[in-house]
């Protein structure tokens, strides 16, 4: 069974997902923000994505990730 944490600890701040899109857009992806508290990211690949395309896109976004840990840091 999944334990969840308490409801009560669960950031529902959505300005990590802000720094993850404004990271990813200084590098040319696009992201959107999801979920009630806009605290998720949303990936919206087309069917017809290359394999180059979609590695690329997932490069950045992990670039884009690290990069804002280290600026919170």
């Known amino acids: 069974m999944i ?3 308490p409801r009560s600890t669960l950031d529902r701040s959505s300005a990590a997902s802000d720094v ?3 990271q990813a857009r200084e ?3 696009l992201l959107m923000a999801s979920g009630i508290y806009s605290n998720a990211i949303r990936i919206l690949v087309p069917l017809v994505v290359s394999e180059e395309d979609l590695a690329r896109g997932l490069e950045i976004l992990e670039e884009s990730i690290v ?3 280290a600026e919170a840091a």
């Open 3 to 5: 334990r969840r944490p």
């Open 67 to 69: 990069d804002a840990a």
């Open 20 to 22: 993850y899109k404004r």
């Open 27 to 29: 590098r040319g992806l």
